[in-house]
């Protein structure tokens, strides 16, 4: 099936009449055909009326049935082949490898949330028996178990067109949860979105579920992403994008008659802290591996290591000449968009002109869109004082500040906002440190890591990509690995139902076999 | 340790100079000895600081340290005896059996989050080991946990001035958490919150603990609630009460700089549904049964039934005739405040004046400050036109809606508001009627029962208390029973820690022996 620029729902294919959204060629600013119809208000209703009337049944759907719907999504994106790396080639500019990689992850992460669905513990399925002789008054029979929200809607992100987009982890996560899902199309990759969709279309048509257990639309402005947000219908929102963006859905989410829940994963700039005996016993090879994190996917990613804080030292500037020497041998590298790479020009030449910040190097240039690596260094004093240094440049730039003393770091990190990521750089002799600081960074970011850069996010049942505002806006949960299914239920307690009218999940003979916690215990 | 009418912050008692809460005997609406100082913007600062000063300490003390200190603030409660007792009659009217019991049921929950604390499968400890040899690309060590999510705000109910108040169901799963708490009185019940206050205060000095792990507030305006949930110190609110006040925070905690969650639990009219066989086999039991729900604790609990929903029948027109003479022996009861019974008086005189409304019957009338039941009917139509029929009577009132058949018996339940209970009565012939109704009551609730009223709250394992907005402002967990807890938590992963900069929970040796999930494998 080729790309056609329709709108994916239900089961249909339609022409958007309203506005045209654009594929670009990332490296050439050129348009790639075809063009995208953009959905009007009546394509909104029917996805959401299409949601609505496929969530009681899907919610319901076995776990083998919704797992092994996972699966055929995963299997139908491998089925694309090429053509789906191709075009996502063109329209990010990510190199083919990049892409491989992230459809991997996108599969594995389908598989993973399958594997969870099978193991049923994400249900909570909890039995508190009756106790008919207790005094002074019996007990009633109380179960609780975890139900699928409401239909979701679902925000492509730009920079990961694959694994955190269409069918990435939100949708994943959201669909294993019980949810059907309207995604809202990233502009920056319709083609992409587009064929991603129609493997999940043909997934729910092969398994026989309703049909509006998924819709695709594309937005030729933003009316179209505000209207699902405040659709009576959708009943929770995953997005990954930039600040601004997260906090416009928040509002308008708040503002609803009945207010829902937005996970929004928007800003982090992921200090790195490099102490003292670190630096001074490996410096040189720590930035050399930063400047790979930092140039990585031409730095578009939500964990790229923005900020190195470290204590002034002479080994503080050895690593900062490495650092600076690593960078120059960075080639240019093809942004996402025209307009992040435009955004990515401005922040670099703000900080290019500031009066208080060094430029130590950049890396390779090229012709346009194109990103040349910047890396700029400055005082923990003006990095207090210039609110403007620590906001996020998209991109392959990080600023270095350097402190006069490890009080003063302290001080730093205490003023800094929520990140994703806090990466410490340390040796033995550094734990007493690093043990001091750690009750802090762990109340500032949702994943702290030792030796190593946060640019790698495993798909996996430990992680957390998430953290404090405005990383996220709900530091109670994560969207990658498996914990994000939380972020799509809701618990409902059942109160002397008789066994025939109870869920599978809390019935006494546990036809699914899965773990039911009864009168507390923990299940075996 | 007697009333004095102090603030507790910290372990100081300070005298509020911010104006004065009287305590009003419920019975008279007479002033009650002594006044309370109202704190004032000091005293909240006082109290935020020392609870922020306090989260690091509290929240690392070990399980065990956890648990004992939540069980000498049940000791320390059942150590203030018939003190407490009769000045919690004086300040709410609630009889001492129904106090003694409450004081119970506090005393129980405080033991039972002590129970999950030293359990530890809230800490939800996930080790996904290294893969050192994995290809393309090596897999790091991840390690996730489980953290308090900061001070925690906690607004006391006027209608369980023990079991949801000082020492209720939000402040023990917030120090379970690991959160420290600021309690914002209710001024219904001051003296009690005194008391309660005086024995949280000396479980924290006897186990050695922060002080700033509580403080009690008097407020003699708003303005000290408000600048609690305002406050950046103050990460998480839980709320019980009115509609109107739980929004209100809301809109303060969505406007913060980084905005924090509410769990409000404010509205319910927690519908019951007659269906029509168990309505012509037992109705006039399900009548009388009903008018003692309807009546306990004179109708003050939210999950009170305050609507009716049956097909209209001969059976119907009996079981309102028996409920109306079940009623008519009610006893006048003495509310919680003047202030509540007037707005009673007043919902009650709307529905006697309302022309589509017909008033069945109400019970022993007495003199001021006692309510007297009521019992109202009207038809689907009236109650689907006009919105006022759904707004919440708080107090001893409930209304029947006589619907024409099953079909508008569903389509008005579709219209309903999210509500904390559903109950339905039903025998084995109305099974196919309720397997219909289940997926669109999930939907509306946070708990169903059968053959029964939600008046009885088990605190247990599988108990929830909650539901869609706007029974509570997040339908995503629960104010009581163990799952409560999950409301002040938020995940942290550990990548490639040195074992001993680890937590505890997450050490490969698990010293505290808690469950562990390894590579996703439910733990044993």
Redesign the interface.
């Known amino acids: 099936m080729p790309v056609t620029g329709q709108l994916l729902i239900g089961q249909s294919r339609v022409r958007g009449g309203h506005g045209e959204v654009h594929a670009l060629a990332a490296a050439t600013g050129e348009a790639l055909a075809p063009s995208f119809g953009g959905a009007g208000p009546n394509d909104l209703e029917r996805a959401c009326a299409l949601a609505e009337s496929a969530f ?1 049944r899907y919610r ?1 759907a076995s776990l083998e049935q919704r797992a092994a719907f996972l699966e055929s999504i995963a299997s139908n994106i491998l089925a694309l082949g090429d053509e789906l790396i191709e075009r996502c080639m063109s329209e990010t500019g990510l190199p083919r490898a990049r892409l491989e ?1 992230e459809r991997g992850r996108t599969v594995g992460q389908l598989r993973l949330f399958a ?1 969870v669905v099978r ?1 049923g ?1 994400f249900l ?1 399925a ?3 028996p009756a106790q008919p002789e207790r005094q ?2 019996p ?2 029979d ?3 178990r975890q ?1 699928a ?2 239909p979701v809607a679902v925000f492509g992100a730009s920079n990961f067109p694959l694994a955190f987009s269409v069918a990435g982890g939100d949708t994943a996560s959201a669909l294993a949860a019980g949810c059907p899902v309207v995604v809202k199309a990233h502009s920056a990759h319709p083609g992409t979105s587009e064929l991603v969709g129609q493997a999940i279309q043909q997934a729910v048509h092969s398994h026989g579920l309703p049909e509006g257990v998924f819709s695709l639309l594309f937005d030729a402005g933003r009316s179209i992403g505000q209207g699902l947000v405040a659709d009576s219908r959708i009943k929770a929102v995953g997005f990954t994008g930039s600040r601004s963006g997260g906090v416009a859905l ?1 509002k308008i989410a ?1 503002a609803r008659e ?2 829902i ?1 937005v996970y929004a994963e928007m800003s982090s700039i992921n200090p790195v802290l490099l102490l003292a005996n670190a630096l001074a016993e490996r410096g040189e090879a720590i930035a050399k591996a930063f400047v790979g994190s930092l140039t990585l996917g031409a730095g578009q990613f939500c964990t790229n290591p923005g900020l190195i804080l470290a204590v002034d030292s002479p080994a503080l500037r050895a690593f900062e000449a490495a650092a600076a020497a690593a960078l120059k041998e960075a080639p240019a590298q093809t942004m996402l968009t025209p307009g992040i790479h435009a955004s990515y020009c401005q922040g670099v030449e703000r900080l290019l002109r500031h009066a208080e910040v060094d430029c130590l190097g950049q890396g390779g240039d090229d012709e346009r869109y194109q990103a040349r690596a910047a890396l700029f260094a400055t005082s923990a004093e003006a990095f207090m004082a210039r609110t403007e240094l620590r906001e996020e440049v998209f991109g392959p730039a990080s600023l270095i500040v350097r402190c006069t003393d490890a009080a003063q770091m302290k001080a730093l990190l205490a003023t800094l ?2 990140q994703l990521t806090i990466a410490l750089h340390l040796s ?1 002799d550094d ?1 007493p440190q ?2 001091e600081l ?3 960074l ?2 500032k ?8 850069f946060g640019t ?1 996010v ?1 798909v ?5 990509h ?1 953290g ?3 990383a996220t ?6 969207s990658v ?3 994000a299914i939380q972020r799509f ?10 066994q ?2 109870l869920p599978q999940a809390l019935r006494s003979d546990n036809p699914w076999q899965i ?1 039911q ?1 009864l ?2 215990e ?3």
């Open positions: 009681d319901e990689g594997a193991d513990s909570e909890r039995i508190d002074p008054l007990k009633v109380l179960r609780l139900i929200i409401g928040m708040a009945e207010p829940p906002e929520g033995d734990h690093a043990r750690l009750p802090l762990e109340r970011a949702g994943r702290l890591l030792v030796n190593g790698g495993e996996g049942y430990a992680m957390v998430g404090p505002f405005p806006s709900d530091t109670r949960t994560t690995g498996s914990l239920l809701r618990p409902v307690s059942y109160q002397d139902l008789p025939a009218l773990p916690r009168n507390g923990r299940p075996r």
